[in-house]
């Protein structure tokens, strides 16, 4: 039983480039958060979705940045012209039942965009 | 605002025990995760508190003081795998996770 796969796991852009990261939950996991991590800091949430909705996008900057888990495919976390800022290690986590459910999250090894 | 603090790197020593803090201050409070990450790797499921008092499980225990806005972390018998960050995250009254910036925790032999 496959874990939660990311790719790709590098990706390198240049400014104003468009960086597409994607997510492949755990078999039977209908529910996908993305998070990002910058060094030396935690977690910070993004968006979480279940299958072909946002149910919470609080955490994704208003501009450049959008996420989708559609019906058939990974979920896809899509940054538009990047800026050095955008760097980050950018994490998925999957699970099979509702956040408010309050079980464990199954986390992908992450992407690393690098912005030059 | 919210708040998780913990402290950035602790060391100890193989075969010994470890504490590590862990103070929050969210709005709501839905219970507690720790997960352990090892560099360039995915953070991985520790422990779920929601009730005060220990969690025990194998080497690893996982306190809670919910009065107090408190958790530890205890790790025994350490060993040299054990060697990572471990992240304190808290479940807030929207359902969102709320991380702390992790401890590096080095082991030594």
């Known amino acids: 039983n496959a874990g939660v796969m990311q790719n790709p796991r590098h990706l390198v852009r240049r400014r104003g480039q468009e960086a597409r990261l994607r997510c492949s939950p755990m078999k039977g996991h209908s529910h996908v958060y993305w998070y990002r991590q910058l060094p030396e800091e935690g977690l910070k949430f993004m968006v979480y979705l279940q299958k072909e909705n946002i149910i919470d996008e609080s955490g994704m900057p208003k501009e450049r940045f959008s996420a989708e888990f559609p019906k058939e495919g990974p979920s896809i976390l899509r940054i538009q012209q990047v800026v050095r800022g955008d760097s980050a290690a950018y994490f998925c986590?999957?699970?099979?039942?509702?956040?408010?459910?309050?079980?464990?999250?199954?986390f992908g090894e992450g992407s690393r965009l690098t912005v030059l | 605002g919210q708040n998780i603090d913990q402290p950035t790197e602790m060391t100890a020593t193989e075969g010994a025990i470890v504490q590590i803090n862990c103070t929050y201050q969210t709005s709501g409070f839905n219970g507690l995760f720790w997960y352990q990450q090892h560099a360039g790797e995915a953070p991985t499921f520790l422990s779920y508190n929601v009730l005060d008092g220990l969690e025990e499980k194998g080497r690893f225990s996982s306190f809670l003081s919910r009065s107090k806005g408190y958790s530890y972390l205890l790790l025994k018998e350490l060993q040299m795998k054990d060697s990572a960050s471990y992240l304190c995250?808290?479940?807030?009254?929207?359902?969102?996770?709320?991380w702390g910036a992790g401890t590096k925790l080095i082991i030594k032999p």
């Open positions: 986590a999957s699970s099979p039942q509702s956040r408010e459910n309050t079980g464990e999250l199954f």
């Open positions: 995250a808290v479940l807030d009254s929207n359902y969102q996770l709320i």
